[in-house]
């Protein structure tokens, strides 16, 4: 019961950060129908931003600046890069993201090189908040936990109770509509863009310290991202949130069990013994799949119910 | 007369001649191909390479180079860490009739180069190449995959394995060790090779965990792993991680108060403590090296050799096997009184160097150079501390006990063909 209470709490604090890269992710999409596959450098670009201004003045105005500024690149990336390549259609938009994150990892190893940054976490919250089975719980990853929260409070609201919430739940559902009703389209889909990519830049700067600020964490992090959105269904806030919990829920079980999933290949007739390909298979536990689940399950995923948990569009 | 006259001229002819070619072969120069990633992702290592082996060349020019004063010239040949690359730019090595080919930063990339070079030794008989491996450490280039064409200046992963757990052995304060590697070949012959010493060298320490974790940065919350490692109870944390792996690892341990110690491989590594950030200071960390800048009683020439490198690159020196591989390269070319691949690959074997823990030798078994190691503790009381690209990081390592020669030398299955 103690193991089961621990994943679900780890789970909870891991889930939560993917979703606030999610968020934006999927917000973005679902007005505009582009997948970001240069989100996560959002994400990167948002930690590095927070090491330089904590640098210089501290976390907290970092944690409010580091934001902003990743929400202005990402809304001058929409108006400049984004917007003239939009009439090609979304092939197109895809793949200038996809070169985009390509960009932006070269950029930021040529400003702060390719070796890891040190980005630490903020002295007034480097303290056990309390300790459970002999572990410390530092009292950031409780303000990582709020942050979260209150982020996924703050949004829902916004969409379900102010002008330009309602406007992104039309456009979710009749994007053409919304068009010909006359909104300023364009800046509405620049300044999504933009808060979209500050919503990674604060996942950023709260995850960098943790998880480490280097080059290639935006590479390591960025594919999860798509398996929680296509898992919670494209453009569903709701969706996210459940496919991020569940994926931080299941990977923390996934190591704490670590069951054994031999009798699985027992019962396909593999041997204890076995040899060659098979060798590896007879000594697997779930801890040793546990990062290669969640593709496992976008690939049910698809199979099964291609929309997603909450989606109402097809992939 | 006539005769005499044309004679003469042909004389000179063939003196100027010989004169000419003579001056010519002198200003001459060795050229050495280092393939390592030298853009994308993990440039950084490698130009940190090019940058060592450089300045070990420039050590030996301005003594005078080789067989008398030909300059050794490294060329920096870019593989992008990529499987293709490192085929292609051998061919472009052959292509410019390089003898020597240096590479270490991945086993894959060494693994087939070796291939490469044994084939194409084969086939090219008069035109043959020699790898200096200097930091690809799977063991079994040393051992059932030897070949005469390869040496290794880096100490394998048994052989820093044993020293680390010789260490282990002499601290009889740790009782159970958990172990946590990267499951793909080089973390698999860390842990069996851990398994296989532990057993024999410190029968008193129980393994209370064996854990293998989706490598290079796949883990991106290591907290159910250290919890499981608070709830075996163990002290002490083998791992033979390195890159992000390492870097989350620390910072999660430090930020759940984990009090284990970590014996590693390549936790010292420059990139790695500047990203444990404050934490570096916070962990109790240990490294296997072939030496670090506050070990005692090191031979002054180590010193000063350090000390022009930081003056120069602004980094600590890390990597000395780097400067060994150059030195003893030109003494095996200065050996062999020829720069020809064969005469000197064989003045290598059983070449012996003045390393900084003592002499090392290069067995010609296995072509495994044979070294005392250096298992050290990060701390922040060391005297100088560790410098990178003008950054200092206040912290470094001191010295926690040395393994000798007898500690780090292992058998080999090597079954070596000569030529």
């Known amino acids: 019961m103690e193991v089961f209470l621990f994943s679900m709490f780890n789970g909870v604090l891991y889930g939560m950060l993917l979703f606030m890269l999610a968020s934006g992710l999927t917000l973005i999409f679902s007005l505009m129908g582009v997948l970001n596959f240069a989100h996560a450098s959002f994400f990167m670009l948002g930690a590095y931003f927070a090491y330089q201004i904590s640098k210089y003045v501290g976390f907290w105005p970092a944690l409010v600046f580091a934001p902003l500024l990743v929400g202005v690149v990402g809304a001058a990336v929409e108006r400049y890069g984004l917007r003239p390549v939009h009439r090609f259609g979304h ?30 976490v903020p002295a007034a919250l480097n303290f056990a908040a309390f300790t459970w089975r002999g572990l410390d719980y530092s009292a950031y990853r409780l303000f990582m936990l709020v942050v979260s929260v209150g982020i996924f409070v703050a949004l829902f609201l916004f969409i379900a109770k102010t002008r330009v919430g309602l406007m992104i739940q039309a ?94 290949f027992a019962m396909f007739g593999v041997e204890r013994e076995a040899e060659g390909i098979m060798r590896d298979l007879v000594d697997l536990t779930t801890g040793g799949i546990a990062p290669v689940l969640p593709y496992l399950l976008l690939v049910l995923m698809l199979i099964f119910r291609p929309r997603g948990l909450f989606g109402t569009r097809d992939v | ?47 940190d390479a090019l940058d060592a082996f450089t300045f070990a060349a420039d050590q030996i020019n301005k003594k005078g180079g080789v067989l008398g004063g030909i300059q050794l010239e490294i060329i920096g040949l870019d593989n992008a860490m ?8 051998l061919k472009k090595a052959v292509d410019q009739g390089l003898s020597y080919v240096i590479q270490g930063i991945g086993s894959n990339h060494a693994g087939n180069i070796i291939k490469f070079i044994d084939k194409h030794n084969k086939r090219n008989p008069g035109k043959e190449m020699v790898f200096l491996n200097h930091s690809a450490v799977t063991t079994a280039f040393t051992n059932e995959l030897c070949s005469f064409w390869h040496f290794r200046f880096d100490a394998n ?15 009889s304060s740790i009782k159970k060790v958990y172990m946590l590697n990267q499951n793909y070949a080089y973390g698999k012959s860390f842990q069996s090779a851990a ?16 854990e293998l974790i989706q490598p290079f940065g796949k883990v991106q919350d290591f907290t159910p792993y250290i919890a499981k490692i608070k709830a075996s109870g163990a002290d002490t944390v083998l791992t033979g991680n390195w890159g992000p792996d390492m870097i989350r690892f620390v910072k999660g341990a430090v930020s759940s108060g984990l009090d284990t110690q970590f014996y590693t491989i390549y936790g010292g590594l420059t990139s790695s403590i500047g990203g444990y950030g404050s934490d570096a200071k916070a962990v109790n960390l ?61 003045a290598l074997e059983g070449m012996t160097f003045d390393g900084p823990l003592g002499q090392v030798t290069m067995r010609a078994d296995d072509h495994q150079l044979q070294m005392p190691l250096v298992v050290s503790s990060i701390t922040e009381k060391a005297p100088k501390s560790v410098k990178y ?7 470094a390592f001191s010295t926690d006990g040395v393994a000798d020669l007898a500690a780090t030398t292992l058998p080999t299955t090597c079954e070596m063909k000569r030529p």
């Open chain 2, 195 to 210: 398994q296989r010493l532990l057993a024999e060298r410190a029968p008193n320490v129980e393994i209370v965990g064996n």
């Open chain 2, 286 to 346: 240990k490294q296997v090296t072939e030496m670090h800048e506050n070990h005692d009683g090191m031979p002054d020439d180590v010193h000063e050799y350090i000390a022009g490198y930081l003056a120069k690159y602004s980094d600590t020196w890390y990597a000395d096997r780097q400067r060994w591989l150059i030195y003893m390269l030109a003494a095996a070319i200065d050996k062999a009184g020829t720069a020809a691949p064969i005469p000197v690959a064989k």
């Open chain 1, 91 to 120: 092939v197109a938009e895809l793949l200038f993201t996809f070169g985009l994150a390509f960009v932006m990892e070269e950029v930021i190893q040529m400003i702060w090189g390719k070796v890891p940054v040190p980005y630490d």
């Open chain 2, 389 to 395: 690209k003008g950054n200092d990081f206040g912290v």
């Open chain 1, 171 to 264: 456009a979710l559902s009749h994007p053409q509509m919304v068009q010909s009703l006359g909104h300023d389209v364009p800046t509405i889909f620049m300044w999504t863009f933009g808060f979209g990519c500050a919503l990674a830049g604060i996942a950023g700067v709260i995850g960098g310290n943790v998880l480490g600020t280097e080059p290639a964490m935006a590479i390591t992090l960025g594919p999860i991202v798509f398996v929680v959105i296509v898992i919670g269904g494209l453009g569903s806030l709701w969706g996210a949130l459940i496919a991020a919990l569940f994926i931080g829920i299941m990977d923390n079980m996934a190591i704490s069990y670590d069951i054994a999933l031999f009798p699985i």
């Open chain 2, 1 to 47: 007369m006539k005769h005499v006259m044309k004679l003469l001229f042909a004389g000179v002819v063939a003196v100027v001649f010989a004169v000419s070619t003579q001056t010519a072969k002198a200003v001459d120069t060795i050229k050495i191909g280092l393939i390592e990633p030298l853009s994308g992702r993990i440039a950084a290592v490698g130009k």
């Open chain 2, 157 to 171: 992963v048994d052989q820093k394995v044993a020293a680390l757990v010789t260490q282990i052995n002499r601290d």
């Open chain 2, 82 to 89: 990529n499987a293709e690359k490192t085929t292609e730019q």
